[in-house]
């Protein structure tokens, strides 16, 4: 699976664990950066990620801030993007199973390695069940 991952200064470590963790599974990452600590801003980096995911570059995104919020933010302002803030099991499933997510956020402050590790796995392996889902997904497009 080709996968693009990125988060900010704040998501750096765990954003280096869970791309670590992708390749040993042997999935195809593409690194958005941030490549260091140093303080950057996370706007930059969800919008490079989500616009992998929305052209096609990868099937999914993973992201990363310190918080998760902010990051999320800014890759859901990208048409075409459903970002999740996955905090625990089942948010990771049901925004796979019944929001058709494509982006998988984190907070590094709130969210061990193990834990998104776990997370990242359901999110991965989850499909989208489609049916009365599909029409709820595909009206997020309309707006208001």
């Known amino acids: 699976m080709k996968i693009s991952i990125g988060g900010d200064h704040a998501g750096y470590q765990l954003k280096t664990v869970l791309k670590e963790h992708l390749c040993s599974l042997g999935h195809t990452v593409t690194d958005r950066g941030a490549d260091s600590e140093a303080s950057v801003d996370y706007p930059d980096f969800g919008h490079a990620v989500a616009a992998d995911v929305v052209g096609g570059v990868a099937q999914f995104g993973v992201l990363v801030c310190s918080s998760g ?3 999320s933010i ?6 075409g993007v459903r970002a999740a803030l996955c905090m ?3 948010i990771a499933e049901f925004s796979r199973r019944h ?3 494509n ?3 984190f907070g590094q402050k709130y969210t061990t390695a ?7 796995s359901i999110f991965l392996s989850t499909a989208f069940e489609g049916g009365r889902h599909a029409r709820r997904v595909g009206k997020i497009e309309l707006g208001c």
Do not use: Q, S
């Not at 193990?114 to 990242?120: E, F, G, I, S």
């Open 69 to 71: 919020v902010g990051i």
């Open 74 to 79: 800014a890759a859901n302002k990208v048409r």
């Open 88 to 90: 625990n099991e089942d």
């Open 99 to 101: 929001n058709d997510a």
């Open 103 to 105: 982006i998988a956020c």
């Open 114 to 120: 193990d834990m998104a590790k776990k997370y990242l």
